[in-house]
């Protein structure tokens, strides 16, 4: 069975989640990360020897203006296979309120044709309705409460600052093919400041002294008769919506993302 990498934009939404809190009183943090990544030594790797790459995300706006999100994931990995090569970008606009989505991803395999997920999405009537280019023009309507990308991380985190440990939501950005739903569960740890073993840039310039939250989600397919998890990343979350220490899980290996620059960018004040 050859090792693929699943093709999800969801990455976008973690590194950008109802709690007690209101989700408006946490203020995400515009920045540029990049991380280096690496295969996780401490799960046992089927059929995957090794693994180098690099994600780089990047986060502009606010609550007024919406929030957009580009993100480039460039993976190599080293297979009993032969190397397999995996390069994902996002890109992605969202409404500071959740009413309104637009995204476009894009996966590319050994320099084969990639992968393509396009369209819009808004909320008419408490239903979110997709309106897509790619990967086939069609329309999708999903109704329930369903989060965007950056609603969830809101959520993540007011949940986070209440102290509340377990966050059960479902979740749309686009990714496969521009109609799947993930039910996803968010385990949350308490609280911490301690800067031991923090990297460089997770301990200086704005994030220095900044109280962080362990944070695991899993994603399963809705609808799915397996409850075997999708995937499952895991990741530090500062109260400012930066990420550092990644673990991607995918099963039957798991990726590691090491946090190598920080860039805050300019931030906007919403008009009074």
Known sequence: MP???????????????????PAAAVQLAPHRATYALSLDGSKVAKRVNAASGQ????????????YSVLLRQNTDLDTQGGLLSSSISTATWEDGTGKAYRFRVTNKVNGDAPEQADGVAERRDGTLVVKATKPEETTVKISG???????????????????????????????PDARKVYDTLSVIGKGITDEQGLEQAAKSGELAGRTRYPVTISYYERGGKDQTP??????????????????????????????????PLPTEACPN
């Open 145 to 175: 409460s369903v989060l965007l990308p950056t609603q969830h991380v809101l959520r993540v985190l007011a949940a986070a600052t209440s102290g509340e440990p377990i966050l059960q939501a479902p979740v749309y950005d686009g990714s």
């Open 55 to 66: 994600i780089v995300y990047e986060l502009r706006g606010n609550q007024c203006a919406g």
């Open 230 to 263: 999708s995937y499952v990343i895991s990741f530090d979350l500062f109260d400012n919506g930066v990420s550092r220490a990644l673990k991607l899980d995918y099963g039957d290996f798991a990726l590691r993302g090491t946090l190598i620059s920080y860039e």
């Open 3 to 21: 090792v693929s990498v699943p093709f999800r934009a969801c990455l976008a939404s973690v590194l950008l989640l109802a709690a007690t809190l």
